[in-house]
């Protein structure tokens, strides 16, 4: 039966300072086995020499999280002689090669193991180890490998009549199941073994799971645990769950927010408290949460352990904590073995007075308490107020690109705009909308250009909200660009230019968003481009029926292109023809351009602006158009154009002298026939 197999290190190409090589012989959790030199030349070799000859069945390689060679090939070799520890003069024989993963998908915190199952006999074996896969821990283009285990049979020198040749070994096995007649091996032998015999029978290939290589490095050398294992697997499960559970809760409760249903939010808000306690109780009840506090919270964790996936559990199930929005989940509750009234969440440490609260406390409620008005005086101050929780840090990138905006409205309110949890961006959104809104007049000519540069960067985070795929959050930047043209600009009296910034910036990625799928967010879009082309500051700049009045070719997205002659439609009817923007040759150019689409809804658009228009310019529209003569009627689309023309002229009888016409060539025509056959 397979085992594995002992083997000492020959040579190594290099090894890195304080690195032992010889690790690479012992199976452990706590080694850390063979890291190459750093910035060493590629390809590496390793030669290991095994403990007797050996018929390979399995190699498992256990590389490192982040030094990750990008291949490993593998050879097999015997030499002239079994006693010499010389790598001289053997000859090898290549067996494949292993491509290894870049970890990526793991934030390199798991460790790849590799199992390749082979069937080739030798005494020493070789390992070629190519480039590294570059990412940011590995700073000194390194390689590294944590453990190694070789799986196979000892075999040796075929004699005639040696009970260890296969042939014999096999009569012997049909007479006596189970007996081994190996010389070459002293001591245990795993085919007399009670434990596994029963498990090998007839099966000669075996391979316990006890000389699987993650058995050695993945269990705790001090001591096992296992009931606690099982307790904190369970847990784990379902606390995922639990996660869903308060997500739904979450999810439900910012829904009726939306709403304006207060008490059904404040409900949401209530069985998420009562269900993060009930939770608790059920971990402290299977004894998975200590009753004191660790002091490992506070205490700086090493590098390696900073990457670790999985949060602390406890300070997202204290019941007096927030409801954190990142962990939204949710899950049938884990079985209780008492009822949930058993024990109700402690009210004191909510109470800062000593003295009992009884039932006519005169005390004022949290919520009766009025703020005291105080000045804005910094931007940075606004966003607070968001709890002890934070959003994930921005990068590099996002740094450089939103400077500007940081120096305004501050870090933390920057980092929840470009934060990956959708509450965050719309918090940080309405926190601009509060700044905007209680910004006071004063500072003379030098607020004015401060209070126009705080616009500006408002609008920088709105530009961009504008294209996010929450309706929540793209219904916040409607409303911080609604305020802004409204009511910021005109009471500020910024200058035209401000206002031709913030409709130039935010313009175009409005009319991109009447081209999506979700048709809640198009029709949102499509409204507020109506309403920004009638808004006081907006309207005289003609900005909005210009660019929306621009051609699109005839393969644009159906949905977009729709969109974009629906808002034209609208735009005609509200202002008109006359000092509008709105002029015979773009609106028309628009028009031919769109009868030219691939799709019927948007011809039947455009068909409808161009009979729109015609009742203000009348025949000028005519010239835009191919001529009205049979021919061209003969395309059903002019023809409704030509008839619709017609209507609106009053001119109902021409169809009707047309047919006469027709109906008379036909009578003149049959008149000649006759006297022709006679």
């Given at each position: 039966m397979p085992h594995k197999v002992k083997f000492k290190i020959l040579h190594v190409s290099g090894h890195d300072e304080g690195i032992n090589p010889l690790e690479?012989?012992?199976?452990?959790?706590?080694?850390?086995?063979?890291?190459?030199a750093r910035f060493c030349l590629f390809p590496q070799e390793l030669v290991f020499k095994l403990e007797r000859r050996t018929r390979v069945r399995k190699l498992q390689i256990l590389a490192h999280q982040y030094l990750i060679p990008s291949k490993v090939e593998l050879f097999i070799g015997e030499g002239p002689s079994f006693e010499s520890s010389s790598t001289h003069n053997v000859r090898y024989n290549r067996l494949g090669y292993i491509a290894l993963s870049d970890n990526e998908k793991t934030g390199f915190k798991a460790r790849e193991l590799k199992s390749v199952h082979v069937d080739a006999i030798g005494v020493y074996l070789k390992i070629v180890i190519y480039k590294n896969h570059v990412n940011r821990y590995n700073l000194y283009n390194q390689v590294g490998l944590v453990a190694i285990n070789v799986i196979g049979d000892f075999v040796a020198k075929k004699k005639s009549g040696d009970a260890s040749n296969p042939a014999t070994q096999a009569i012997i096995d049909s007479y006596i199941p189970g007996f081994s007649f190996d010389t070459t091996k002293q001591g245990f032998n795993p085919r007399e073994d009670p434990m596994t015999?029963?498990?090998?029978?007839?099966?000669?290939?075996?391979?316990?799971?006890?000389?699987?290589?993650?058995?050695?490095?993945?269990?705790?050398?001090?001591?096992?645990?296992?009931?606690?294992?099982?307790?904190?697997?369970?847990?784990?499960?379902?606390?995922?769950?639990?996660?869903?559970?308060?997500?739904?809760?979450?999810?439900?409760?910012?829904?009726?927010?939306?709403?304006?249903?207060f008490d059904l939010a404040q409900q949401k808000k209530d069985q998420m408290q009562e269900y993060r306690v009930h939770i608790q109780q059920q971990l402290e009840y299977h004894s998975l949460l200590d009753d004191k506090p660790k002091p490992r919270q506070t205490q700086p964790l090493p590098p390696a352990k900073m990457r670790t996936p999985t949060p602390p559990l406890r300070p997202q199930l204290k019941p007096i904590s927030p409801p954190v929005p990142a962990a939204k989940a949710a899950t049938p509750p884990m079985p209780s073995p008492e009822p949930y009234t058993a024990r109700e969440p402690t009210p004191e440490p909510r109470q800062p007075s000593p003295e009992p609260q009884n039932q006519y406390s005169e005390r004022p409620l949290p919520v009766r308490r009025s703020p005291s008005p105080a000045p804005v005086e910094s931007p940075r101050e606004a966003f607070d107020d968001s709890g002890d929780l934070e959003p994930e840090p921005m990068n590099e990138k996002q740094m450089r690109e939103a400077q500007a905006v940081i120096d305004v409205f501050g870090l933390k309110m920057v980092t929840g705009a470009y934060s990956k949890q959708w509450s965050y961006r719309e918090d940080a959104l309405l926190a601009v909308y509060k700044i905007l809104e209680e910004t006071p007049l004063e500072g003379g000519e030098e607020g004015r250009v401060q209070r126009s540069n705080m616009m500006k960067n408002a609008i920088f985070l709105c530009r961009r909200a504008i294209l996010d795929k929450v309706m929540a959050v793209f219904s916040a930047s409607l409303k911080l660009l609604r305020m802004i043209l409204v009511e910021y600009i005109p009471k500020h009296s910024l200058d035209r230019s401000d206002t031709i910034y913030a409709v130039d910036k935010t313009l175009p990625n409005l009319v991109s968003r009447t081209g999506e799928t979700s048709q809640r967010q198009r029709l949102a879009a499509k409204d507020f481009i109506n309403d920004m082309a009638l808004m006081r500051e907006v309207k005289p700049l003609h900005i909005v029926p210009h660019y929306c009045t621009t051609p699109f070719e005839k393969t644009s997205p159906t949905r977009l292109a729709t969109?974009?002659?629906?808002?034209?439609?609208?735009?005609?009817?509200?202002?008109?023809?006359?000092?509008?923007?709105?002029?015979?040759?773009?609106?028309?150019?628009?028009?031919v351009a769109a009868l030219d689409h691939n799709a019927k809804e948007v011809r039947e658009v455009a068909t409808r602006i161009i009979l729109e228009v015609y009742q203000f310019k009348g025949d000028d529209v005519r010239s835009y158009l191919p001529p009205d003569d049979a021919n061209t009627r003969k395309n059903v689309l002019y023809k409704q154009i030509f008839e619709g023309f017609d209507r609106i002229d009053g001119n109902t009888d021409r169809n009707t002298l047309a047919s006469k016409v027709r109906i008379d060539h036909f009578k003149?025509?049959?008149?000649?026939?006759?006297?022709?056959?006679?």
């Open positions: 690479l012989e012992v199976h452990n959790p706590v080694i850390q086995g063979w890291i190459s015999l029963g498990a090998i029978n007839n099966r000669p290939d075996y391979i316990s799971p006890l000389d699987d290589l993650a058995f050695d490095m993945y269990q705790d050398p001090r001591e096992e645990r296992f009931d606690l294992a099982k307790k904190i697997k369970q847990a784990m499960m379902d606390l995922q769950k639990v996660g869903e559970r308060l997500g739904k809760y979450e999810v439900e409760k910012r829904r009726a927010l939306e709403n304006e249903d969109s974009r002659c629906e808002i034209v439609e609208q735009l005609v009817r509200d202002l008109g023809m006359t000092k509008s923007g709105l002029t015979l040759d773009n609106v028309m150019i628009f028009c003149t025509l049959f008149a000649v026939h006759l006297l022709e056959s006679f």
